[in-house]
């Protein structure tokens, strides 16, 4: 089963991949949490210019792409509920996602945090 859920998701694993890889030649470093590859795109806390991007941390597939690594574990739960629906929906996330975000601003809604697929996974969120 473990197998198929990681086949499924694969086409957007790569293309977690794909984005990160020259990041490597840059200081990002990777580690193996739960059967996800977290990538932290810097060592330094303060991160720099990473907080000049549009997220904090984004998930493709088994592969979560995240500023630091402490914004890898402030955010695991959160992100790791983003492997799990691309474990059910496969490829066809990639598509979904944007098309949720989509109708929710053809409803009047905010696009990133009333996609269902964000709630979902703010749901997930254990806050102490
Ligand atoms: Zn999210």
């Not at 955010?75 to 490829?91: F, I, K, S």
Request: net charge positive.
């Amino acid at each position: 089963m473990r197998c198929l859920r990681y086949g499924w998701a694969a086409p957007c694993t790569a293309v977690g991949i794909c984005l990160a890889s020259p990041a490597f030649l840059f200081g990002a470093r990777m580690r193996a949490v739960d059967g996800v590859a977290e990538i932290a795109l810097s060592a330094r806390a303060e991160a720099g210019w990473l907080r000049k991007l549009p997220f904090v941390a984004i998930t493709f597939g088994h592969v979560v792409i995240g500023a630091t690594r402490a914004d890898l574990e402030r955010l695991r739960l959160h992100e790791h509920e983003h492997v799990r629906q691309y474990e059910r929906w496969g490829a066809p996330f990639l598509l979904a996602y944007p098309l949720e975000s989509l109708w929710q601003m053809l409803r009047g809604r905010r696009a990133y945090l009333d996609n269902r697929f964000e709630v979902q996974a703010r749901a997930k969120e254990v806050h102490l």
